[in-house]
C-alpha cells in the first residue's frame, strides 16, 4: 500500500522554502501531490494555471523525485481530494508560531472530518523569513527574488510584461 501525502498551498508563488518542503516530503511519502489551491482570503498575483506550470518547473528543474504530482483544486474541501486520491497526511511547512495558530485549528477539523493527519514540517533555517506575500511584494516594486525563489520563478516573474 502507497503512502500518498499531499502538500497544498497557494503558491503564489512558489518559493525556495515550498520547494524545500516539498523535496522533504517526496523523500518520506511514496506519492506527494501538490495541490494549488485558491485561498478566497488572498488576492493572488498569478493564475492558477501558472502557479502549476511553475510548480512543474521548479521540481523539474531540481530534479526532484518521480513521485511529485502536481494539480489544483478548487471544487471543495482539501479532505475531499485527499480521499479522492487516497492520501491520509497533509505535510505543511510552518515558519513561526503565528502558522502554527492558524494550521491547527484546520489540521484537527481535516482530522476529524475524513481521518486526514497534517504533519508540520519545519523550513530550511536559510528560508524560514521568507513568504509568497514577501516575494510578490519585492517582485511588483521591482526588487530582485532570485534568492528566494527557483530561477525558473525568477525569470519568469522579472521578465517585461506587455
Known sequence: MSRIAVVP??????????????????????????VVVHNPGKT???????????????????????????TS??????????????????????????DVAYETPMAIVNRDLAAVETIFMLPNPAHAYVSSSLVRQVATLGGDVAPYVPRSVSDFLQAPRE
Not at 471543495?76 to 486520491?85: A, N, P, R, S
Open 9 to 34: 498551498g497557494s503558491f503564489d508563488p512558489v518559493t525556495l522554502g515550498h520547494l524545500d518542503v516539498i523535496e522533504r516530503a517526496a523523500k518520506t511519502f511514496d506519492e506527494v501531490h501538490v
Open 73 to 98: 483544486w478548487s471544487m471543495g474541501l482539501l479532505v475531499d481530494y485527499c480521499t479522492e486520491i487516497g492520501a491520509t497526511v497533509i505535510v505543511k511547512g510552518i515558519r513561526s508560531q503565528v
Open 44 to 70: 493572488a498575483l498569478l493564475p492558477i494555471a501558472q502557479r502549476v506550470s511553475l510548480i512543474e518547473q521548479s521540481v523539474a528543474d531540481a530534479r526532484l523525485a518521480g513521485n511529485i504530482r502536481v
